[in-house]
């Protein structure tokens, strides 16, 4: 099986604080807690047999592109998210206190 990044589309489902993906009618989600100026990451799943194919890393950077564009704090609670961050070191700068 292949999957294509660049074609999966991530929507941001507010409702349910998170963003997900379907892929053939199964849900991958990252699920996050927005507070004021802080974005949390609580959790990212991937489907098991999508696991391995970079979704998780399409969620996660999706929702630390959401956090950048709003200046907001990521808190990576999920040792996924917190491992994706130390490999892109780009993101680094959100887990950086506000106004410290």
């Not at 489907?47 to 950048?68: C, D, N, S």
Request: glycine fraction near 8%.
């Amino acid at each position: 099986m292949e999957i294509n990044l660049n074609e999966l589309e991530v929507t941001h489902n507010e409702a349910e604080s998170r963003f997900e993906t379907w892929i053939n009618g199964q849900l991958s989600k990252l699920d996050y807690i927005e507070d004021k100026d802080t974005f949390v990451i609580t959790h990212v799943g991937v489907y098991p047999e999508y696991r391995g194919y970079g979704v998780a890393g399409k969620l996660t950077q999706t929702g630390l592109e959401y956090a950048k564009a709003r200046s907001l704090r990521v808190v990576p609670m999920c040792s996924y998210a917190a491992a994706y961050m130390r490999r892109h070191p780009q993101y680094s700068n959100l887990m950086r206190q506000k106004g410290g």
